[in-house]
T-cell receptor, first 116, second 114 residues
Framework: EAGVVQSPRYKIIEKKQPVAFWCNPISGHNTLYWYRQNLGQGPELLIRYENEEAVDDSQLPKDRFSAERLKGVDSTLKIQPAELGDSAVYLC??????????????FGPGTRLTVL | AQSVAQPEDQVNVAEGNPLTVKCTYSVSGNPYLFWYVQYPNRGLQFLLKYITGDNLVKGSYGFEAEFNKSQTSFHLKKPSALVSDSALYFCAVREGSGNTPLVFGKGTRLSVIA
């Protein structure tokens, strides 16, 4: 079974430029998560999707961040414009969504963003 | 709101010795508790979880964790450490009832020395 796929793995941009990250979850997983992991910290949830619907985006900085999950499968996270403080690893995870929060999440390798 | 504390940034242990990585949590209801491991340049990998039932949970790669409700702890343990266990370990918690997000600790770096 293929795991969660993310691209690109690394991205270096200058501040004020836009950037986008792509995630393909495990087949059949209807719940998709985007996390941000700052250096020396644990992941922090940015947004959670149940199928196509964003059900928890309270931690997403909506002035510059946006996300979409068309057709309830792949998802894209965008930052426009990027700031120096956005440098972090952006992780995508998915879960089957069954039994509420009892199931574990499966994580992709992440995209390491560096903003210069 | 739920929270997780991993009091040790770094744990060093000799190969073959038992290891413990500590985790304490705070939730208003019943907790769902998870341990994940992260190797360099890779995503988090699930190790084990406590949802309900037996307080001693066994997981991948010989790891286990004990849920202690009175001490609000969920320490990760392994009887005999391997050099390949060296990685970053994260404890996470969410409230069992309701639709709350999974909250992660800051992580503990485990170094197993040959």
């Amino acid at each position: 079974e293929a795991g969660v796929v993310q691209s690109p793995r690394y991205k270096i941009i200058e501040k004020k430029q836009p950037v986008a990250f792509w995630c393909n979850p495990i087949s059949g997983h209807n719940t998709l998560y985007w996390y941000r992991q700052n250096l020396g910290q644990g992941p922090e949830l940015l947004i959670r999707y149940e199928n196509e619907e964003a059900v928890d985006d309270s931690q997403l900085p909506k002035d510059r961040f946006s996300a979409e999950r068309l057709k309830g499968v792949d998802s894209t996270l965008k930052i426009q414009p990027a700031e120096l403080g956005d440098s972090a690893v952006y992780l995508c995870a998915s879960s089957s969504g069954l039994a509420g929060g009892r199931v574990e999440q499966f994580f992709g390798p992440g995209t390491r963003l560096t903003v210069l | 709101a739920q929270s997780v504390a991993q009091p040790e940034d770094q744990v060093n242990v000799a190969e073959g010795n038992p290891l413990t990585v500590k985790c304490t949590y705070s939730v208003s209801g019943n907790p769902y508790l998870f341990w994940y491991v992260q190797y360099p340049n890779r995503g988090l990998q699930f190790l084990l979880k406590y949802i309900t039932g037996d307080n001693l949970v066994k997981g991948s790669y010989g790891f286990e964790a004990e849920f202690n409700k009175s001490q609000t702890s969920f320490h990760l343990k392994k009887p005999s450490a391997l050099v390949s266990d060296s990685a970053l370990y994260f404890c996470a918690v969410r409230e069992g009832s309701g639709n709350t997000p999974l909250v992660f600790g800051k992580g503990t770096r485990l170094s197993v020395i040959a």
